[in-house]
Each structure stands twice: as C-alpha cells, then as structure tokens.
C-alpha cells in the first residue's frame, strides 16, 4: 500500500506550510495608496498585452500550451499545440490571467518549464508583459488576483466576463512595489500549497479506508 509514502508527503507538507505566509502587520491607520488602472498602464507603455488565436488548436503537436485552467489551477502547461505564425512564447515575470472568469486569478510566469516559461499562451489567456525596471510582475498579479472582490470589473451585472483594464493598481515606485509583490508571490505560494496539501489528505483518506477494508492494513 501507498499510505506510509503519502502520510510523510502530508506531514511534510503540513510543516512547510506554517513558514509560508507573509508577515503582515496591522497598521495604526489605513493606507490610502494612488491609483491608476490596468488600462492607464497599457497606455503609458508599461505593460503590453499578448493574446493567442482563438482558432489555435490545443490538444495535438509538439509545444506546450499553458491553458486558461491551467491558470485557474496553478498547474503547469497542459496542451498542445503545433508551429504557426502568431504564437506567443510565455517569458519568465509575464503575468497571465484567464479573460473570462467569476473571479481573477493572475499568476506570474517563473523560470521553469512546470511554471509556463517557454510554453505557448492559449486562447482566452491575457499575457500582460512589464517593462523591465518599472513594474513588478509579483505585484501586478498580485493586485490584479485582489480586484475580484470590489466588482469594478464586471462588463455588467451578472455576467462572468470581466474587463481586466479597469483593475485598479497602485503607483508606487519600483521599490515599495517589490515589497508588496514579495508578499503577494508568498500568498499565493500558499495558496498553491494548500491545494496540494488538500489533494495529498484526500488521497490519503482513500488509500486509508481501502487499505483497511481490504486487510492490507491494520488499525
């Protein structure tokens, strides 16, 4: 039986998570930040959108291509797709976001494989590239995951398509941006552990009635 490897993977995991959210501190009064949009700074040159082919295929070829669940789920590239012009090769700090979802959810691209550099961008990604030195990719994304709750960005009332355009975004320089961005990357690292931990519990559960049913355990 499996149960002996995956009840150490679990409890290794449940330790690693304890170390991984930011320390945050409650400030004596709210901090006020100046705003600007996701679209201002499309305007002003700091960030350019890329978007692939709705007609591009997914499920046959040789590249690999990071999917709008894939963004969702925070795995790595799970289609595939063939050479053509128009592709966009994702580069280590894009930030990518599903165009229709009932929540956003941003993710910034890393330097390996498993988190989407060198993969295709699908169809019904955004892939917002920064200018180097003047945005924070960790910050963007994280700001961009934090707009979901104020529906700002709803096209209209009921509708699951958002504008990520209107997302609001601080203008802060690139130093204070840094700061938030490392917090926002340990938040979501979390996130991704968590979900992790509760697939590894889950298989653990399964394997633990099985085994006992079965006699190939004992309580």
Sequence with gaps: ??????????????GALARLPPNLVVPAARRDLPMT????????GLITVEQASMRMVTEAGDLPVLTAWDVR????????TTAQPGLVTLEPGDVVAPVVAREP???????????GAGAVLGPQVFCF???????DPDFLA???RAAGGSGVMRVST????IDLRR??????PLAEQRVYGQAFARLAALHDALRETIALGDTLVRLGFTALAHGTLLP
């Design 1 to 14: 039986t499996d149960y002996p490897a995956v009840l150490a993977a679990l409890v290794g995991e449940c």
């Design 37 to 44: 949009t996701l679209g201002e700074l499309v305007r002003a």
């Design 73 to 80: 789920v925070s795995r790595p590239p799970s289609g595939r």
């Design 105 to 115: 959810m941003a993710r910034v691209v890393g330097e390996s494989a498993r988190t």
């Design 129 to 135: 590239r920064v200018a180097p030195g003047r945005v």
């Design 142 to 144: 994280g700001f961009l």
């Design 158 to 161: 009921g509708s699951s398509r």
């Design 167 to 172: 997302a609001p975004i601080p203008l802060l």
